[in-house]
């Protein structure tokens, strides 16, 4: 297990709670009262889940299940906690403070692959054709000189978390356009301080994606790829929802009641783009007129063994990942 996980398993319970949907029963294993899927009828009780997310684009449909009462009507109640990374997330997963978490695939393997017992329940999102199936940016200030993937080469740029989704990408773009990735040098910076870290001029480029594209489009910033586009096939799983290996085996009903619920949530979120927008108002700080211009990218909450391989194969290929894992008992079987 990496060292930055275990560093962050103490500090995963000071993650904020936004809200609890709903009240009953809080027990989160199955029992033979535990509730099953809608079809079994209206439950008489529901379980609590804590759920850890991160407030960007992909979760959204989660707020609309429970606002539409797909968890609710498959005996669930859920209850959000946000924090701003993924590693605080898996810690709280395995050390049992929530059930379910919320993160990029491509950390998420990186972790199977350092040993940490992770299910994979749910996808958020893919990769799709841009302009409206791809919400991923790398922008940089006008006048920098910078005009191609290739002009990338010994810069700085600033990615929200190392070894993760954008670096991935960025480096499978660069390869792609035969560029060295080796010669790229990646900063971390928050989410919400990259606007401003551009500006200051603190680094070359900036790597984001949606509510941030927009608010970078927004202070004037050029976009010099679509990076999910650039460095990613299209169908790539780009986020997903993750329980620990022993919770989910403990409680298949709850682990398969969960993923019914994204389904219903995620299919109701592609029908209903502009609920999707409003809704991030509730977990952001996304002015209103940003969220009308944001772009939602491809919602999917159907979770494949094959197109995660092939994530894994293309993470080793670029260094992110030494090896590609067993990836069996990520998905139960």
């Known amino acids: 297990m990496r060292k930055s996980v275990l560093a962050a398993a103490a500090a995963a319970v000071a993650v904020v709670t936004l ?3 709903g009240t009953s029963s809080t027990q989160t294993s199955d029992k033979s009262s535990a509730p099953g899927s809608a079809s079994a009828g209206q439950q008489e009780r529901t379980t609590t889940l804590t759920v850890g997310l991160v407030p960007v684009v992909n979760v959204a449909p989660l707020y609309l299940g429970i606002k539409q009462g797909f968890f609710k009507a498959e005996g669930l109640a ?3 906690v946000i924090s701003q990374t993924f590693t605080a997330n898996v810690a709280a997963v395995v050390n049992g403070t929530q059930q379910i978490g919320f993160g990029a695939t491509v950390p998420l393997l990186l972790s199977v692959n350092n040993g940490v017992p992770l299910r994979i329940l749910a996808n958020s999102d893919v990769t799709g054709k841009p302009p409206n199936g791809d919400n991923s940016g790398v922008f940089v ?14 810069k700085t ?16 773009a660069m390869l792609n356009a035969g560029a060295d990735p080796s010669r790229v040098k990646f900063l971390e910076v928050p989410l919400p301080a990259m606007v401003a870290t551009l500006k ?3 680094v070359d480029a900036i790597a984001l994606g949606e509510p941030f594209v927009t608010a970078a489009e927004a202070a004037g910033f050029t976009m010099l790829i679509r990076t999910y586009e650039a460095g990613f096939p299209i169908g790539t799983p780009i986020a997903s929802y993750f329980s620990s290996q022993s919770w989910a085996q ?18 109701y979120a592609i029908a209903n783009p502009d609920a999707a927008r409003a809704i991030m108002s509730e977990y952001t700080q996304i002015p209103p007129e940003t969220l009308k211009k944001v772009i939602l990218g491809t919602f999917s909450s159907k979770a494949e063994p094959g197109p995660i391989e092939d994530l894994a194969k293309l993470m080793v290929k670029v260094g992110t990942m030494k090896s590609v894992p067993d990836l069996t008992p990520v998905f139960g079987q």
């Open 157 to 172: 740029i600033a990615i929200n978390a190392l070894d993760n989704v954008q670096d991935t990408a960025i480096k499978s």
């Open 19 to 21: 809200a609890a949907c």
């Open 200 to 202: 200051a001029h603190r």
């Open 141 to 154: 200030a006008n006048g920098s000189g910078i005009t191609s993937v290739k002009g990338l080469e010994g």
């Open 250 to 267: 403990k409680n298949p009903k709850l682990a398969a009641a969960f993923s019914a619920a994204m389904d219903k949530s995620t299919a």
């Open 78 to 80: 859920i209850k959000p």
